[in-house]
């Protein structure tokens, strides 16, 4: 073998996820087809897929849909949680009185006020990105918070024994320090914000992947609505992957 020609074990180790997600549905589709498991229970995913491919175009604007209120609540939610992270930082003061109900609203799954927002805002896509913009907020906020809670002492009084003043303290020791946390806090948020919209789409929504996955569900249109799954478990991955790859580029390990 060549020198630096992959081998067989590096080929393997590196596309290990994507033999696993193929051995997954190859379960799936042979326990469905050896146990005769009624499709209204579990739909084979071959079904799903060919469903997929043959209807796409029925199934975009559902799609679009939810990819338009997570593209949109996700940023505002994650930019809204960023700076008033930064701004709490800043004052200790405010930092503590704010702590318990950063950890209430943290603590509390923004899903179940979907119902009061239904009464203020009515149905629609509005509710669906409140809910986003609530999950990725508290999430990315709290992560950051905690990130700067575990700063070493010492570097602030380093700071200070040099006269640095507290713009330098900012940007010298708090921002390189909650840089890490910050990109945990956005990585939550994604897959939150995204449980958010679903949810949200599901209670009180008119349309979207989750409005036409309970109407699936519900009338037992289970190779249809395992499609929807499958899109939405695309989308997912790929937005917590490329919040993973700029992790990977401007957090140093």
Known sequence: MKKG???IKKILFNQSPVIVLILIFVILELAVRIFHIPVYILAP????????????GEMWPHIWATMVQYLLGYPIGSALGILLALCFIS???LSKAIDPYLT???????????????IWLG??????????ILSCFSCTMSQIMTGASMIPPDR????????GTKLQTFFQIIIPSVWPSTFTGLKLGAILGLAGVIGGEMIGGTEGIGYVVKLN?????????FAYVYILMAFGYIVYSLIAMLEAKFVKS
Not at 158 to 163: D, H, S, V
């Open 217 to 225: 569900t519900n009338i037992y249109l289970m190779v249809e609505m």
């Open 91 to 93: 004052s200790r003061t």
């Open 156 to 163: 602030f009084e380093l700071i200070k024994t040099c006269k």
């Open 5 to 7: 020609q992959p081998t």
């Open 104 to 118: 209430i609203l943290s603590c509390m799954p923004q899903i179940i006020l979907i119902p009061l927002l239904k």
């Open 45 to 56: 995913p071959v079904d799903s897929f060919a469903y997929i491919f043959a209807s796409f």
């Open 123 to 132: 149905y629609g896509a509005m509710v669906c990105m409140i809910v986003c």
